[in-house]
């Protein structure tokens, strides 16, 4: 993504005027790279190269700061040539990392989000269905790549040491195809350690990456090479062997929270999933449900569910942007708490504006959970009585607010009322807001 926005005039730079200030310094620790056009001659290759530098492996976003002057200014006689640049190459080892798999007794593969394609996910399982491979995703991939009715779908690989060389304990090689492997979370007391091991004795770990500085970081690799992943991963099915299948799917764990008839977080979330139409999307934002949501909605394909795991307040604007750019013929479905939706609230004025097709369901727990989460484990119950933790109220009203932004809105305390509201929602042109109040909550699944 390249991100670009407007600067004071840079003739008036030098008197610090209002409404100035370091828009590259802001951006830079977020961003591969980030300039400010200083001429209209030099706006044509800087376009190019935020361009170039955000497509590169590994992709990310690119900042620019336009100058009013810059802005105002007479347009190049002609845009720059477009570069042809070949980056589609197959890495080097495939021939080492085949043999290892092949004298392997029980090899697994683990996806990273860069597989999150797809022509990415395609190639993976591809891999996996030829060589039977047992296939995890790494910790909290942004979107699906392997529905998880796949028969050799496993499960997402867990944030913590211990966890992790639990989960691939009966495994002496893995092959991860992706970015960072093994992205830890919160630091717990009883792993002991802090960074690892991950792997067993004596397992060995193959690693494709699509980017050299990922390779060794933070487990020892037996073998490490980058390249572009799917063409990668196709050369290295060209060189395995076919296996016979084996066994059947493995249960999602969603069926636990099926034909529950309380409102709660995950009870909600099954009502909002079955009445999405074929084809339909999910952005989620509700820590209540958090990793659930993988094995709960049944996708088909990539792009078809969207979460995130370094962002607050995303999901509304997302799923408004992203509709926009399907054209608006797909709809979707966002799942978001009460304490995600008031960053960003705005976004319910672009849905209307645009009339997009996407229900926002706001999960609304009156509380904002992980504050409250976090106060409970650091504070002591003394502590927690000064006035400076009360976050609980006033109580929002999603409502009002909703249709303050031109969006149509009702509020929902049963699962039969959800239902009714999802489906007219569906039938009705343009946006809709579905204020779901399941009470103050912030445990396990009812």
């Not at 797809?118 to 269905?129: K, M, R, S, T």
């Not at 050799?152 to 989960?167: G, T, V, Y």
């Not at 795991?309 to 054209?327: D, E, F, H, P, S």
Request: net charge negative; hydrophobic share 45%; glycine share 8%.
């Amino acid at each position: 993504m390249v991100v670009t926005a407007g600067q004071q005039d840079s003739r008036l730079s030098i008197h610090k005027p209002l409404m100035s200030c370091d828009l590259v310094g802001i951006a830079r620790p977020v961003v591969k790279w980030a300039d400010e056009v200083r001429s209209e001659a030099d706006l044509g290759t800087m376009l190019r190269r935020a361009f170039l530098d955000a497509m590169t492996p590994p992709t990310g976003p690119v900042f620019l700061s336009l100058p009013h002057d810059i802005l105002l200014g007479p347009a190049p006689t002609s845009p720059p040539v477009k570069s042809s640049i070949s980056k589609f190459g197959v890495a080097a080892a495939v021939d080492e990392i085949a043999a290892k798999l092949r004298t392997a007794k029980s090899p697994c593969l683990i996806v990273g989000q860069e597989l999150g394609t797809i022509d990415g996910a395609n190639a993976a399982v591809e891999l996996a269905e030829k060589f039977q491979l047992p296939i995890y995703a790494a910790f909290m991939t942004q979107t699906g790549i392997v529905p998880p009715e796949h028969p050799l779908w496993r499960s997402d690989i867990p944030s913590n040491p211990a966890a992790i060389q639990d989960m691939l304990a009966p495994y002496d090689c893995v092959l991860y195809a992706g970015g960072q492997a093994f992205q830890l979370f919160a630091f717990q007391h009883s792993d002991g350690v802090a960074t690892g091991p991950f792997l067993s004795d004596g397992a060995e770990f193959l690693h494709i990456a699509p980017a050299p500085e990922f390779i060794g970081r933070s487990q020892t690799t037996s073998v490490g090479t980058f390249g572009d992943l799917p063409t990668t991963l196709r050369a290295l099915t060209a060189q395995l062997p076919s296996r016979p299948a084996q066994g059947p799917a493995i249960d999602a764990p969603a069926s636990a929270f099926h034909g529950s008839s309380d409102l709660g977080p995950h009870s909600a979330a099954n009502v909002l999933l079955e009445v999405l139409p074929e084809g339909g999307i999910i952005h989620c934002e509700l820590p209540l449900v958090g990793q659930a949501m993988r094995s709960m909605f049944k996708w088909k394909r990539p792009g078809q569910f969207f979460m995130s795991r370094q962002t607050i307040g995303w999901a509304m604007g997302a799923a408004v942007g992203m509709n926009l750019g399907l054209g608006k013929r797909t709809h979707s479905i966002v799942i978001v708490g009460d304490g995600c939706a008031g960053f960003s609230l705005q976004a319910l004025w672009n849905a209307a504006h645009e009339n997009v097709p996407v229900i926002f369901a706001v999960v609304d727990n009156s509380a904002y959970g992980i504050l409250e989460t976090m106060t409970n484990i650091f504070t002591t119950a003394s502590e927690r009585r000064q006035e400076a933790y009360a976050i609980s109220g006033p109580a929002l009203d999603f409502v009002r607010l909703s249709e303050g932004f031109g969006v149509p809105a009702v509020a929902v305390d049963d699962l039969p009322s959800l239902r009714e509201a999802a489906q007219a929602a569906l039938c009705r042109e343009g946006p809709s807001l579905i204020h779901v109040r399941i009470g103050h909550y912030f445990g396990e699944a009812k």
